[in-house]
C-alpha cells in the first residue's frame, strides 16, 4: 500500500486541483476506454464492453475522482457508438452507478485489499447495476441483461486488477 508522510500530504494539498498530470491521466485513460468501448461483449442491450477497465484502473492507481470520470465518460461513449439504445437518461444513471463503483473499487482495495475490491466491483456492476433496467421491462429485463453484465463486469475489473497489480510498484504510478 502506497502512504504518504505528513510533508507529502501538505505539498499535495498545495497543488492545484485541475493540474496537468491529473487532466493527462484522464484524457490518456479516457482514450483507452474509447477504444475498450468498441469491443462489445455480445449481449441483449449491446452497450457492454471492455470500456470500464480504464476507468477502474484510474480509480486504484490514480484516484477516485479520476477513475469516476473516466468511467462514465467512457461508459456513455460504448453507449454512443451504439446509439444510445436504452435513452440518454437512462444510459447517465448508468454513468452514475459507474463511478460511483469505481470509488468503492478504490476504497475497498485501499482498506481490505485488491481481490475484495475486485469480487465487490463485479457484483456491484454485474448484479446491482442490471436493476436499471427493471422500468424498462420489469424482472425479466434484470434476469435477461444479468449474466452478460456479469462477465462484462468480471472481465473489465479483472484486466484492471492484473494491470494494477502488475504496476503498482512501478515508476509510472508515483
Do not use: C
Not at 106 to 121: D, E, F, Q, S, T
Not at 138 to 162: D, E, K, R
Amino acid at each position: 500500500m502506497i502512504t504518504m508522510n505528513e510533508n507529502e500530504v501538505q505539498q499535495d494539498l498545495k497543488k492545484p486541483f485541475w493540474n496537468s498530470r491529473r487532466i493527462a491521466v484522464m484524457a490518456i485513460f479516457l482514450a483507452l476506454s474509447a477504444v475498450g468501448s468498441l469491443i462489445k461483449i455480445p449481449s441483449p442491450v449491446g452497450t457492454i464492453g471492455l470500456d470500464s477497465a480504464p476507468g477502474y484502473f484510474a480509480a486504484i492507481a490514480f484516484g477516485s475522482f479520476e477513475g469516476a470520470i473516466v468511467i462514465a465518460l467512457g461508459h456513455m461513449l460504448t453507449s454512443a457508438v451504439v446509439g444510445f439504445p436504452l435513452t440518454i437518461p437512462l444510459h447517465l444513471g448508468v454513468a452514475v452507478l459507474m463511478a460511483l463503483w469505481a470509488i468503492i473499487y478504490r476504497w475497498v482495495n485501499k482498506k481490505i485489499g485488491l481481490i475484495p475490491a475486485m469480487v465487490a466491483a463485479i457484483i456491484l456492476n454485474g448484479v446491482l447495476s442490471s436493476f436499471i433496467m427493471y422500468p424498462l421491462g420489469g424482472m425479466v429485463a434484470v434476469i435477461g441483461v444479468m449474466p452478460f453484465l456479469i462477465v462484462g463486469s468480471a472481465i473489465n475489473v479483472i484486466l484492471s486488477g492484473f494491470a494494477y497489480k502488475a504496476l503498482k510498484n512501478s515508476s509510472l504510478l508515483k
